[in-house]
Each structure stands twice: as C-alpha cells, then as structure tokens.
Nanobody, 115 residues
C-alpha cells in the first residue's frame, strides 16, 4: 500500500483546510485509515480515523472541528479541518493500518495556522 497526502498550507486562525490522502496498491488489505499529526518538539498524536466499514472517530482535541471522510471510488480519505487554531500547526500524516497489523505511512503535509 502506498499513501499520498496533500492539501496542507498556511491558513489564518478560524480558517479551514481539507487534507487528502490517496491510497494505491493492495487497497483491500487496509483495515483502518487514520490521520496523525506531529507539532514541532512534540510527539506524533492520533487525530482521526475511518474504518473499512465507514465508522469514524476523532480525538477530543479536534472533535467538533475536524471531520474525516472517505471516497471509496477514489480510494481517498479526507480530513476537513474547520475553526483552525494555532495549536493545530503540525505536519499531518495519513496512515493505513492493514489487516496484518502492519502500518503504512504517507509522506506528511504541513499545516500552519498563523495570522
């Protein structure tokens, strides 16, 4: 499985961005798709997930502001980020948890929230 993330950029506080992550390869081996982020000087943290059945969940820190979705026809997942705050600044990574329990990571996309 290969993952290609895109959509990061510079946005003002209160603004919105949508990240995309396109999967290719052995798509049927994917169990869960997740977004993580890593802010400067901090550990990588989980942000949101969507299961192969379409169930979604997100971290308390982004609940009500971020929404994860998927387009199965395009093998792509999205992270809609609204009401962005400076503390959301981080490199965002998409991740695929396979049925084998192996993890595959995308290359990361930088989100900067600043005025």
């Amino acid at each position: 499985v290969q993952l290609q993330a895109s959509g990061g950029g510079l946005v003002q506080p209160g603004g919105s961005l949508r990240l995309s992550c396109a999967a290719s390869g052995s798509i049927l081996s994917i169990n869960v798709m997740r977004w993580y982020r890593q802010a400067p000087g901090k550990q990588r943290e989980w942000v949101a997930l969507v299961t192969n059945r379409g169930s979604t969940n997100c971290a308390d820190s982004v609940k009500g502001r971020f929404t994860m979705s998927r387009d199965t026809a395009k093998n792509t997942v999205y992270l809609q980020m609204d009401s962005l705050k400076p503390e959301d600044t981080a490199v965002y990574y998409c991740n695929a948890l396979l049925y084998s329990q192996a993890n595959t990571w995308g290359q990361g996309t930088l989100v900067t929230v600043s005025s």
